[in-house]
């Protein structure tokens, strides 16, 4: 293995004395070797700007070629497996979606009720103090359900009082629900808190199971009927007023059919929560393996 410069690495004047396979240059830049190279080449620290003609003047050690793509070889063959891995997490979720939508709309026992006899209305529960820091969640577009927001002091917003969100509640911003912005509170997000732009629902759950509105509302079918129901002429300005969605029409299976989908949803969630731990696994391993195949030792 010799010292090479990146700008004689990668190709000559002829394609036949090529040196450098640039898949390997590729994983090469993701490795912490490469960062190691970086700190002490940089005089003020890797968040340095590096020009292409700093980058071309590093030297790296760089084995023969045929090695190059042996180590090449190797490296996507694990990096495959983190693919497929969560390729198949994805396919189950999806799968697993289409079942319990299939599950709501064969059940004979379904009827129309509105949203007003499964939600209730919360009221905005804390006063902002100026001095205090709250932990902002918000709700992403598209089904994609509840996600962590920002830190912030009361003293930088103009909100006078927000709304602490409970696990199984049920939230959405009124100006993106119309485009699948609305989720049920998974346990992690207990205790964060959204603005009064975000109305929260307390799920009567005699009545309908958090898991069974969280399928319904992922559905893209049902977002049009949502945007129906918003107010504004501007689409990407529609508001979902909280009293007229407690007037919207939800189809409500049977308890048994409800049930039946919780149990399905939970035992989904112990696969995806497997495919999850293997992905992590794998790509753990990605730093080390990368460390021995840049020190030939893969």
Avoid at 107 to 112: F, G, K, L
Wanted: proline share 6%.
């Amino acid at each position: 293995m010799t010292l090479l410069k990146i700008s004689a690495a990668c190709w000559s004047k002829s394609h036949e004395s090529k040196k450098m396979d640039t898949k390997f240059l590729w994983w090469y830049f993701r490795s912490n070797t490469f960062r190691e190279i970086l700190e002490i080449e940089l005089p003020n620290g890797i968040k340095t700007e590096l020009k292409a003609s700093r980058l071309l003047a590093l030297s790296i050690p760089l084995p023969p070629l045929a090695e190059q793509q042996r180590i090449v070889a190797r490296i996507e063959a694990l990096s495959s497996q983190i693919a497929r891995a969560k390729q198949l997490q994805q396919e189950i979720a999806t799968e697993a979606e289409g079942l319990c939508l299939s599950l709501i709309s064969k059940d004979r026992e379904a009827t129309q009720v509105p949203m007003s006899e499964l939600l209730e209305l919360k009221r905005p529960d804390v006063e902002v103090r100026p001095d205090e820091i709250y932990q902002f969640a918000g709700v992403y577009s598209f089904g994609r359900g509840v996600f962590k927001g920002v830190k912030r002091l009361g003293m930088e917003f103009s909100y006078t009082h927000l709304s602490t969100l409970k696990t199984n509640d049920f939230v959405y911003p009124k100006l993106m629900a119309w485009e699948g912005a609305m989720a049920i509170v998974p346990p992690e997000y207990d205790g964060y808190v959204v603005s009064t732009e975000f109305p929260v629902f307390r799920v009567k759950e005699n009545r309908v199971l958090p898991e069974t509105l969280a399928t319904y509302f992922k559905n893209p079918a049902i977002w049009p009927k949502i945007s129906g129901v918003s107010t504004g002429t501007n689409v990407r300005r529609r508001r979902l007023n909280p009293k007229e969605f407690l007037r919207y029409n939800f189809t409500l299976p049977s308890m048994q059919t409800q049930v039946q989908l919780r149990e399905i949803r939970v035992k989904v969630a112990c696969i995806i929560n497997d495919q999850l731990g293997l992905v992590r696994n794998l790509e753990s391993l990605m730093p080390s393996i990368l460390a021995k195949a840049f020190k030939g030792e893969l």
